[in-house]
Nanobody
Framework: QVQLVESGGGLVQPGGSLRLSCAASGSIYSINNMGWYRQAPGNQRELVAT???????NYADSVKGRFTISRDNDKNMVYLRMNSLKPEDTAVYYC???????????????WGQGTLVTVSS
């Protein structure tokens, strides 16, 4: 039924920028929280940024001032603008959504497939 699909990842030089997008597809009435997590090789998945439906944001300390999360509730999309990228930002970035309400029922928690961001010169 509902799927999350990320896009926008790729190779970028240190100091560069990327903008990730996540689209929630399906017959969706609403989504509570949407956000981004990342997982580097050998590491656990960690929070990057989240945004509630009413616009409350939460950022990891490591990305504050560099990354900006935004979302379009009508389109059921969430974005992550990443500026001043560092090699330490290299990871697979995953979109997460919770409290998804649909015509049938809903999804308490849903993950996307991930998009790879590589920061290297």
């Amino acid at each position: 039924q509902v799927q999350l699909v990320e896009s926008g990842g790729g190779l970028v030089q240190p100091g560069g920028s990327l903008r990730l997008s996540c689209a929630a597809s399906g017959s969706i009435y609403s989504i509570n929280n949407m956000g981004w997590y990342r997982q580097a090789p050998g590491n656990q998945r960690e929070l990057v940024a989240t945004m509630s439906r009413d616009g409350f944001t939460n950022y990891a300390d490591s990305v504050k001032g560099r990354f900006t999360i935004s979302r379009d509730n009508d389109k059921n999309m969430v974005y992550l603008r990443m500026n001043s990228l560092k090699p330490e930002d290299t990871a697979v970035y995953y979109c997460k959504a919770d409290g998804i309400r649909t015509a049938r029922s809903g999804y308490p928690l849903l993950w996307g497939q991930g998009t790879l961001v590589t920061v290297s010169s």
